[in-house]
């Protein structure tokens, strides 16, 4: 469940991203096309800067919730690096705890066993 939920933020965040950089692409169109009509008339400063104010708080709005989401999917990203890393060692620290005295006495302390490793 912890990891399906990761997965899901990760790829929400990958929306959002590219969400902010639809949106910068369109909203500067939408720009380009209102100052050339705008140069064209004669009509309203006022309305065009409404719409730049709206443009704005938009990619605002995007660019926040996409700084904030990456960093809640890296807060994510660390919590389950870290609870993996803590259950693999509580798995190797059981099996070593409950190996037979047999393993400690064939396996002395700093020998390390890499015959498989150089004859393969």
Do not use: W
């Not at 060692?89 to 020998?111: C, Q, S, W």
């Amino acid at each position: 469940m912890f990891f399906l939920t990761f997965v899901c933020l990760f790829f929400f965040v990958l929306f959002c991203s590219n969400a902010v950089d639809g949106q910068c692409t369109f909203r500067a169109d939408i720009e380009d096309r209102r100052v050339s009509l705008s140069s064209n008339s004669s009509s309203g400063t006022s309305d065009l800067t409404e719409t730049r104010k709206q443009n704005i708080s938009i990619y605002s709005a995007l660019v926040v919730s996409t700084f904030l989401l990456g960093f809640a999917d890296a807060g994510l990203f660390l919590s389950f690096a870290i609870s993996a890393s803590q259950k693999l060692h509580n798995r190797m620290f059981e099996r070593l705890l409950g190996a037979k005295i047999y393993f400690f006495d064939t396996n002395p302390v700093g020998k390390c066993e890499l015959y498989d490793m150089e004859n393969n």
